[in-house]
């Protein structure tokens, strides 16, 4: 299905994303280029949510089920002095496209969005259901908190997210989360240090019984990890100061079936206990919450907390997704994302079956010298194609509910 001028054309609108920086809220000029495009093609409808987010639609002749192709068109930023090349010049050298996004995650976009275009030229619309092709905004800081409005404008039966897998089949991650403890005390000279309550060592206190708290681990996901990121005090600086407050980052890893609540338990339960002997000790434990503004304007915010997910390999249509990809002799095997990625909203919070397939490596993305290797784009291409085909053909699925273990 991809001849020379097709090749072409797939490479080019892959350095035309990447030409054009995107960090998360400025992906204006990235939508719009893909807009354009898929204007000229044959896409049904193009949708711009109040995000920023673009959705393209190709309608099939049937009823059928709805079929979604997830990619983030946001980057995290660059510093340019460790770049051999210009981040955003999209350069080819030996085979590969170098830029900020090519790996993260605009070459998959770029296939995803090719695949669509020529999956519709070539069966001429004449396929059971709908595909749609996301192109989300925010996801370098809220693992699907934008797309929760595609999901709900597009209610898919499957989804297919396009972060880098190497090829393989992708059925599951590990979440995230982000812990913010915090300690309260009373500010007084640091020459009468009595006088006060030092906020900062009642925060070692507690952080020396967190340490010894034990994580839960999953037998294919791993170890639910939680590690201190970040830890400020106040006043600061605290020149001659007790200090009153003292507050702490925590990265947590999550793992399939794990809650808000369950998460925070532990913790809170090591605040409880510590208060019976210490009186003084005041502590609450939350999650973080972010706010953003989007390129349209409008605010994107929510606490930090990202589900896992897990789908067991010989759920139907992760079969079907395997099958498709070896019968394109892409030499796919089946495994999971040790990041998290949108499949936190559209599997985690929402129960829609999913899978993970992109080019390049995970380790690629956010490095300096970013690169995708050119044959791999194609491969994607060819993937992304032959999924569409294999997804469209499944019977409509109800959606799970919660955050069900596929084991």
Not at 178 to 195: D, M, Q, R, Y
Not at 245 to 252: A, E, G, S
Request: include cysteine.
């Amino acid at each position: 299905m991809l001849n020379e001028k097709r090749k072409e054309e797939l490479t080019t609108l892959c350095q035309r994303l990447v030409k054009e920086q995107s960090y998360s809220g400025n992906e204006k000029s990235v939508a719009d280029i893909i807009q354009d495009f898929a204007h000229s093609k044959l896409f049904d409808s193009v949708i711009k949510d109040k995000y920023g987010n673009v959705i393209l639609v190709i309608n099939g002749n049937s009823d059928g089920p709805k079929v979604l192709f997830d990619g983030h068109i946001d980057t995290v930023p660059v510093n340019e002095d460790k770049w051999n090349v210009d981040p955003f010049s999209g350069e080819i050298n030996n085979g590969k496209i170098y830029g900020r996004g090519t790996s993260d995650m605009k070459g998959a976009v770029s296939a995803m969005v090719a695949a669509a275009c020529y999956f519709a030229e070539d069966t001429n619309k004449q396929f059971p259901g709908t595909i749609y092709v996301s192109c989300s905004v925010h996801e370098e800081c809220f693992e699907g908190v934008a797309t929760r409005e595609v999901s709900e404008q597009v209610k898919p039966d499957y989804v297919v997210i396009g972060e880098a897998t190497d090829l393989n089949l992708n059925r599951g991650q590990r979440g995230r989360a982000e812990i913010v403890l915090e300690t309260f005390g009373k500010s007084a000279h640091s020459s009468n240090p009595e006088k006060g309550v030092n906020a900062v060592n009642k925060m070692n206190g507690l952080l020396l019984k967190i340490q010894q708290l034990k994580v839960a681990e999953h037998p294919i996901l791993g170890k639910g990890i939680l590690e201190l990121t970040d830890i400020k005090s106040a006043p600061y600086p605290g020149a001659s100061v007790v200090p009153s407050h003292c507050k702490v980052t925590f990265d947590r890893r999550l793992l399939v079936n794990e809650t808000k609540e369950s998460v925070l338990a532990p913790i809170e339960s090591l605040i409880k206990e510590m208060k019976k002997t210490d009186p003084e000790l005041k502590a609450t434990v939350s999650y973080a919450y972010g706010e953003e503004k989007c390129y349209t304007g409008e605010k994107i915010g929510g606490e930090r907390f990202f589900p896992a997910w897990l789908f067991n390999e010989k759920e139907a249509f992760v079969e079907a997704a395997l099958d498709s990809l070896l019968q394109q002799g892409i030499d796919s095997k089946i495994s999971h994302y040790s990041f998290c990625t949108n499949g936190s909203h559209f599997a985690g919070e929402n129960g829609i079956k999913t899978v993970g397939f992109g080019p390049s490596q995970e380790h690629m993305a956010h490095i300096d010298n970013e690169y995708i290797e050119i044959q791999q784009l194609q491969q994607a291409t060819v993937g992304y194609y032959s999924l569409m085909q294999a997804f469209t053909h499944l019977k409509k699925e109800q959606k799970q509910t919660g955050r069900r273990e596929y084991v």
